[in-house]
């Protein structure tokens, strides 16, 4: 059983930066992770994915300005969210694929606002 705690998420003003993370119980170096978020009265989405084989991928509406790491030693992994816009503000979710099986955190809101 994999388990995934969020945190990092808040209030912060338009222009800001966050670090959300995400600790699991473990990590393996195949796990394929990513971050994705809902607001409210929409579907969940993703924004950034880190597969287990080559490169990161993000959703167009955070290129260049979110950036997503891990540390397998740590068991960690951590969305970096700069230049952050009202349009952010949603419930984050961290998202762990193992051997075809997805395991979700319980989620961190981030809220952009002034």
């Known amino acids: 059983q994999v388990q995934l705690v969020e945190s990092g998420g808040g209030l912060v003003q338009p222009g800001g930066s966050l670090r959300l993370s995400c600790a699991a119980s473990?990590?393996?170096?195949?796990?394929?992770m990513g971050w994705y978020r809902q607001a409210p009265g929409k579907q969940r989405e993703l924004v950034a994915a880190?597969?287990?084989?080559?490169?990161?991928n993000y959703a167009d509406s955070v290129k260049g300005r979110f950036t997503i790491s891990r540390d397998n030693a740590k068991n960690t992994m951590y969305l970096q969210m700069n230049s952050l816009k009202p349009e952010d503000t949603a419930v984050y979710y961290c998202?762990?694929?193992?051997?075809?099986?997805?395991?979700w955190g319980q989620g961190t809101q981030v809220t952009v606002s002034s």
């Open positions: 998202n762990l694929r193992r051997l075809g099986n997805d395991y």
């Open positions: 473990r990590i393996f170096s195949l796990d394929a």
């Open positions: 880190m597969p287990s084989r080559g490169s990161t």
